[in-house]
């Protein structure tokens, strides 16, 4: 059964950092690529970014250029969200998405 499992989220104080982990069983990840989304409270669901099976990022919203960076290690079937200079409205449950499987998803927030 193909699953993903996220992990690393919490309570930040603004200009923070987290490092959020999806971590994949049950499929052969290495052959796909990987995205991070993202839903705030009372907002649609918006995407984060996407890395390719090669480890090239594809896709990265501008609201997060220059301080979040994904990264993945197929070896342990695992991608990273590296989250820096976090912003009250960085706010949201994470999630990350393999074609039609989805994680269950881990909460950030960004608050003093």
């Known amino acids: 059964q193909a699953q993903l499992v996220e992990s690393g989220g919490g309570l930040v104080q603004p200009g923070g950092s987290l490092r959020l982990s999806c971590t994949a069983s049950?499929?052969?990840?290495?052959?796909?690529?990987v995205t991070w989304y993202r839903q705030a409270p009372g907002k649609e669901r918006e995407l984060v970014t996407s890395?390719?099976?090669?480890?090239?990022?594809?896709n990265l919203a501008d609201s997060v250029k220059g301080r979040f960076s994904v990264s993945r290690d197929n070896a342990q079937k695992t991608v990273y969200l590296q989250m820096n200079n976090l912003k009250p409205e960085d706010t949201a449950v994470y999630y990350c998405?393999?074609?039609?499987?989805w994680g269950q998803g881990t909460q950030v927030i960004v608050s003093s």
């Open positions: 998405n393999v074609g039609q499987v």
């Open positions: 049950g499929f052969t990840f290495n052959n796909y690529p």
């Open positions: 890395i390719s099976r090669y480890g090239g990022i594809t």
